[in-house]
């Protein structure tokens, strides 16, 4: 019996390692790449109030040397394993084709019509989970180390503005297209390719000098005058909809605009594109900080208070 247990337990789990190997080398819709993700979380970390900062270092697992990027594209690594399937809608939102509009009640749902199963759904569980920590409820239904990187990570996907776009096309996946001289499909544009290419172009292909450049442009550059207004938050469970909603008005306004299939963009598209895409990443990182320092350190930046 012992044995034919463990046989089972064998395939089962060479079953669970083929198909995890298949699913991490073939590309799919997994969100911003990794390269948005960790510019997304290393933005935020580097904007958190000290209480703040000190409760992610202190629920971030310890092989993550207190580097919260580290472990930011985590749940698109674990979101086909059978434990995290529930997980897989939350990347995203399905909205009604041409429609250029995001209604949490019509559009939030699973392919299932499960409610509340989508990204902003999602940042706004996480965000709740989260708020337990204050309390100092060591509920045992959630694992706030996980609702951190889940929170981490949806709050750029809910900024690439292709993870809110139409369901027909799987938000831009089924639109087979050329960047430049290679195949791609116009949601792959979004995720990565404009980031490589702009790296390649101006920043001699060097991260670092990338980002260092999104942080300087809304330091002291061009978005230095909007960053309050992208923290501006009434109240924190409802702004996730007002960032699908800026992501779904980008998508029909940039993202599709012009592009079908077969298409190719190159520089036309890409120029007129990139400032918007660094503009999400450094808004997207922005309001993770703003999300964060409210959840865990008192912190009201961006809240009106009430009167
Ligand atoms: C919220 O998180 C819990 C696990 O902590 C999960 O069971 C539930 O499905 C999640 N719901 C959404 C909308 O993310
Ligand atoms: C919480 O989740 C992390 C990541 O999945 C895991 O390593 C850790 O063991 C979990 N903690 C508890 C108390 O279950
Ligand atoms: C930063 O702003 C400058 C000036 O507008 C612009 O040329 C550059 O592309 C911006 N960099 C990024 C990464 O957004
Ligand atoms: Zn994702």
């Known amino acids: 019996m012992e044995g034919r247990k463990d046989s089972k337990r064998a395939r089962a789990l060479g079953l669970v390692l083929w198909v995890g190997f298949v ?10 790449s990794k390269e948005g993700h960790v510019f997304t979380c290393r933005i935020a970390q580097s904007l958190l109030k000290p209480d703040a900062a000190h409760v992610v270092k202190h629920l971030l697992p310890e092989y993550a040397n207190g580097d919260l990027s580290s472990l930011c594209t985590w749940p698109d690594q674990i979101r086909h394993w059978y434990k995290y399937r529930w997980t897989s809608s939350l990347h995203f939102i399905d909205t009604p084709d041409n429609e250029c509009s995001f209604d949490y009640a019509r559009d ?63 938000g831009g996946n089924t639109i087979e297209l050329r960047w430049f001289r ?5 949601h792959h544009v979004w995720d990565r390719e404009i980031i490589l290419t702009a790296a390649k172009d101006y920043y001699e292909k060097d991260m ?5 450049d ?38 029909c306004k940039w993202g ?21 895409v660094m503009k999400r990443i450094a808004q997207g990182g922005v309001r993770l900080a703003m999300i964060l320092n409210h959840v865990f350190s008192d912190d009201q930046e961006g809240f009106v208070s009430p009167t």
Not at 23 to 32: D, H, K, R, Y
Not at 128 to 147: F, P
Not at 182 to 186: A, F, G, P, R
Not at 256 to 276: C, H, Q, W
């Open 108 to 170: 939030c749902h699973d392919q299932h019509g499960q409610e509340n199963m989508c990204v902003a759904g999602a940042i706004q569980n996480f965000t709740s989970q989260l708020l337990h920590y204050k309390e100092g409820t060591s509920d045992r239904r959630y694992n706030l180390t996980e609702a951190l990187l889940f929170l981490s990570h949806f709050m750029g996907d809910i900024h690439q503005p292709m993870h809110c776009a139409f369901t027909s096309d799987e």
């Open 23 to 32: 699913l991490i080398f073939v590309p799919g819709a997994e969100g911003w």
């Open 256 to 276: 599709y605009k012009g592009v079908e299939n077969g298409a190719t963009l190159a520089d036309d598209y890409f120029n007129s594109r990139m400032p918007i």
């Open 208 to 212: 670092d000098l990338l980002l260092e």
């Open 214 to 251: 999104i942080e300087g442009n809304f330091t002291d550059g061009v978005w230095s005058d909007d960053t309050s207004s992208w923290r501006d938050c009434k109240d924190i469970l409802s702004c996730p909809i007002k960032y699908a909603t800026e992501s779904i008005k980008i998508a």
């Open 182 to 186: 290679h195949k791609s499909n116009l």
